[in-house]
């Protein structure tokens, strides 16, 4: 207690509370106002004369004065307004019309997307159907072309038995079924200038031989026979005309039914046509 | 101005309205203490206009600088007063101030004087004239420096020729006084 009331008795109070101690000084008072009662006691009543005092010893500005203060602070205040604060929205009140908007824009966009896959599906359908038509156009094509090519095929082979009919230097030789095979007939072309031998296959009436055996055709020179070349008795020829072994002279030929690849002489139990060339 | 209803709030509730830059805060300490803040600026700055320029600065500093004011520090009339003596204590010493003080003091001197006296001897401060009367002289000289001639206590020491404790002393002594003259 004796230390509070030497440094109330200094005079430091007195000082401070005039502001005439330094900064340092300042926060030392404050430091054992806080911590001593009796200081801070002793500075507010320091401060309660001192305020007595000046209103004892008061002069009442004028009135002009009074305006002329506050002018200058409203103008103080006008050249430093204060910031407003912005508050943001953070959920903006939607419109009860912007709710609808939004409705019915969802709503459209449903309704075409709808459409839009109805269009989709119709579409892939008609694509699908074209192409299904177009594959089947294509077989179709493919098969007229083909049939085209085989009709060219025969129509020049027509002709060229048209021609050998019309010609003197082929011979038309018809054969004829023996015993064995009566109905059994077919032609055989041959032009003796050129030794060239064909077999007309729609004029060939045989029995369908089986994949184990042939045909072989013969030529009867001078009574021996000479091996022409092998053929299959079927129905889809690709082509009218077979052209077998060229033969330069013959009297007749025959047709045997041999193991497949032939036969180096004609089995004769098994002739099935023979024909004489005409002279 | 005796029609206009004078504004008082508690210390309080002033502080609080201050530094919520409400305009009735300057509003009511203007109507409680703008007398009495005149009043210590024109013991400092002896002519009036300057003084009452002063006064306004004083105002405005204390609008602007509400937020500075710690109120556990002291009561809010020792921080309006410090601010009131502090910028006329500048005002005194800055160079153009001293050369007009100069002129007048050489050219005025009698006007320098009634200005003098208007405040000593103004009609409201009767009784304190008679408390400083009472003072002992050696007391009223270190309080007169200090807080109505704007002196530091060094410079007060230095002026008078004494030592710095003992013009703490007599400061200490005379506000002594007036607190026994105020209960």
Known sequence: ?279 | MALTKKISLSEEELVRALKAQETIAIQALYDMYSGALLGVISRIILQPEVAEDLLQETFIKIWNSAESYDNTKGRLFTWMMNVARNLSIDKLRSKDFKNSNKNQDIENNVDFIDAQKKVTFNADLLGLREMVVALKPEFTTVLDLVYFKGYTHMEAAEELELPLGTVKTRIRMAIMELRKYFN
Request: with cysteine; proline share 5%.
């Open chain 1, 1 to 279: 207690m004796g230390q509070t009331a030497a440094y109330i008795e200094s005079g430091t109070l007195e000082l401070y509370v005039l502001g005439l101690l330094s900064p340092k000084e300042q926060v030392e008072v404050e430091r054992m106002s806080n911590e001593f009662p009796r200081i801070k006691q002793e500075i507010r009543e320091i401060e309660l004369a001192m305020e007595q005092f000046a209103a004892a010893n008061a002069i009442n500005p004028g009135t002009a004065l009074e305006d002329k203060i506050f002018a200058a602070i409203n103008a103080a205040d006008m050249t430093s307004p204060k910031p407003e604060v912005k508050v943001a929205q953070l959920n903006p009140p939607v419109s009860v019309g912007k709710i609808r908007t939004l409705q019915f824009s969802l709503a459209a966009c449903i309704a075409l997307l709808l459409v839009s896959t109805a269009g989709l599906y119709s579409a892939h359908a008609r694509l699908d159907d074209a192409e299904s038509r177009i594959a089947q156009l294509s077989v179709q094509r493919d098969k007229f072309a083909a049939n085209a090519s085989f009709m060219e095929h025969k129509n020049v082979e027509l002709h060229q038995i048209a021609d050998m009919v019309a010609n003197p230097s082929w011979s038309v030789v018809k054969l004829a079924g023996t015993a064995a095979t009566p109905t059994s007939k077919m032609m055989v072309y041959w032009n003796r200038a050129e030794k060239v031998v064909l077999v007309d296959n729609t004029k060939m009436t045989l029995p369908t031989n089986d994949t184990a055996h042939q045909y072989q055709l013969w030529a009867l020179v001078d009574g021996k026979p000479v091996d022409l070349g092998v053929f299959d008795m079927k129905t889809d020829q690709e082509s009218i005309l077979v052209k077998m072994k060229e033969i330069p002279m013959a009297q007749a030929f025959a047709v045997t039914l041999e193991k497949r690849g032939g036969s180096i002489s004609p089995t004769m139990s098994s002739m099935m046509v023979i024909g004489n060339v005409a002279i």
